[in-house]
């Protein structure tokens, strides 16, 4: 038998005399609620409401790793980067090092910084040294 817990609730009926009703209520295990939060993450996140992300790779070959490593800032060449749902303007210009003011200088089809649009490809300026 499910593990639940079990009482009753007073009611009216049609006629508005007291009924007495039992009411079983169910209780999930962790494991079910862990997968049922899963399974609504993974809707959130088809549907666009979420942003699931691994960020970017920061092995041996990335040149963030190659700069810190020198103890440097890292030089990064200029490259295009196709925005994704829950992205902002600033978010992304955190994320790459650069100014916001340059992005949107590489973009003059972004005509107002807080209007980006997932699937759109912009430019990301060359920075560091």
Known sequence: MEAGIAGSQKTRDA???TVTLPVWVPV?????IAALLLVL??????????RVSQGRAAGPEAPQAQAAAKGGAPA???HYRLVEVGDTLYGIA???GVPMAE?????P?????DVI???TRIQVPAHGA
Do not use: H, K
């Open 109 to 113: 089809q972004i005509e107002d910084a």
């Open 15 to 17: 006629r508005g005399a």
């Open 117 to 119: 649009f997932a699937g």
């Open 94 to 96: 955190l994320e790459e």
């Open 41 to 50: 993450l993974a809707v959130c996140a088809g549907w666009g409401a979420v």
């Open 103 to 107: 992005i949107l200088g590489a973009n």
């Open 28 to 32: 999930a295990s962790a494991a079910t």
């Open 76 to 78: 990064v060449e200029a």
